[in-house]
Structures are given as C-alpha cells and as structure tokens.
C-alpha cells in the first residue's frame, strides 16, 4: 500500500468514529442543533488563519513548482468561499467569533503551528492531509445533502471533483516525499495526533 493508505489504516478506528461522528450524522439529516452547530462553526472559524498559513508553508517548502502551484490555488479558496461560508453561517446563527478556543481547537492550532515552523514539508503536509482526507471522507455519503444551505454549503465545501482532486494531490505529495530520511516517522506522529484532534474537535461540539 502506498504510505497514505498506511497512515489512514493506522489511524482507522479513530478516523471511523470522526467520520461516523453523531454530528456529521445529524449534519447530512440537517438537524444540528443550532447551539450545537454555532459552537462547532465558531471553533472552526478559529482554525481559518492558521490554516491558511500552514497552507503558505506548503507553498514555501515544495520542492516542485506543480505542487506548489496547486497548493496556491486552494489557498486562494480557502480565504474566498471557506471564509465568506463562515461569515454568512455565523452570522445567521447569531454567533460571534472570534470566541475563545476549546482544548481540542487549541491542540489543532498548536499542531498547525508546530507543523509551520518545522519548514518540513512532509509534516506540512500530514497535517494538511487529515484536514482536508478526512473532511472529504464524511462530506461524500451517498445522496443529496440537505436543502438548506447552512447545512448544504458547509458539505459542498469539502465534496466533489475538484476537492477529492486536491485531495488525491495532497496523498500524492506526502506518497512522493515520505521515503526522505526520517520523513515518515514524523509524518506518522502529526498524522495520527491530527486525527485524533478531529475526532476530539466533533465531540466538542456538544460540549
């Protein structure tokens, strides 16, 4: 298998029990409660800036121009749709942000940061990975999302071609460099502390 498809073994209970989370359950069945759902989006929003520098350092430190050049590109996205979504949702649900972050928001931030700072881009990219894998694993359940678009957009956000294309890119990239020495014993440990925070970050939702 290729190192990707060991990671996500590894890690697959945990990653199961996110992507069977009751949140992404009641999500799809539009049913979130908006309490719920406005502490889940506010913590998210907490994540934006952060994740749009861990996505500058993978521009920084790929070592081909296609990759970095694709990694641009989501970037660009991840500042226009992702954040005009969280304004319009937060809005409407009455929540104010920024809104100081739970234990599980702040190991993701640190995490991010840690993985920034290393200007190692196999460990930029782990992290990225699960973000972006595993958000594309939930959001791809068969049949169309609900009608409403607090609900719709937050799924349509992380599905589709375009996304798993990313997606497959980002395994690519963390296949292509794990060989390097010492690459893989890092990637595996901000990898699996990765998912473990997102599993950590749905069950805070209901806090």
Same mark, same amino acid.
């Given at each position: 298998m290729a190192f990707s498809d060991d990671l996500r073994a590894a890690t697959a209970t945990t990653w199961d029990a996110a992507v069977g989370h009751r949140f992404v359950?009641?999500?799809?069945?539009?049913?979130?409660? @908006?309490?719920?759902?406005?502490?889940?989006? !506010?913590?998210?929003? $907490?994540?934006?800036d952060r994740f749009v520098?861990? =996505?500058? %350092?993978?521009?920084?430190?790929?070592?081909?121009?296609?990759?970095?050049?694709a990694v641009a590109r989501q970037l660009g996205?991840?500042?226009? @749709?992702?954040?005009?979504?969280?304004?319009? !949702?937060?809005?409407? $649900?009455g929540a104010?942000?920024?809104?100081?972050? =739970?234990? %599980?928001?702040?190991?993701?931030?640190?995490?991010?940061?840690?993985?920034?700072?290393?200007?190692?881009?196999g460990e930029v990219l782990a992290v990225l990975l699960?973000?972006?894998?595993?958000?594309?694993?939930?959001?791809s359940r068969p049949g169309p999302a609900p009608e409403d678009p607090l609900?719709?957009?937050?799924?349509?956000?992380?599905?589709?071609?375009?996304?798993?294309?990313?997606?497959?890119?980002?395994?690519?990239?963390?296949?292509r460099v794990a060989p390097e020495p010492g690459a893989r014993d890092r990637m595996a440990a901000a990898f699996t502390r990765a998912v473990e925070l997102e599993l950590a970050f749905f069950d805070a939702a209901y806090g």
């Open positions: 359950d009641e999500l799809w069945a539009g049913t979130v409660d @908006d309490a719920v759902l406005a502490q889940y989006l !506010a913590q998210d929003a $907490l994540f934006l520098a861990l =996505l500058g %350092a993978a521009v920084a430190h790929a070592d081909r121009p296609s990759p970095r050049m996205l991840v500042a226009g @749709d992702e954040d005009d979504y969280f304004h319009r !949702a937060l809005s409407r $649900l104010t942000a920024p809104v100081e972050p =739970l234990p %599980a928001t702040r190991g993701f931030l640190e995490l991010m940061d840690d993985a920034r700072r290393s200007a190692h881009y699960v973000a972006e894998w595993l958000y594309l694993d939930w959001a609900y719709r957009d937050w799924i349509d956000l992380h599905r589709g071609p375009a996304f798993a294309a990313w997606v497959d890119l980002l395994r690519r990239e963390a296949d």
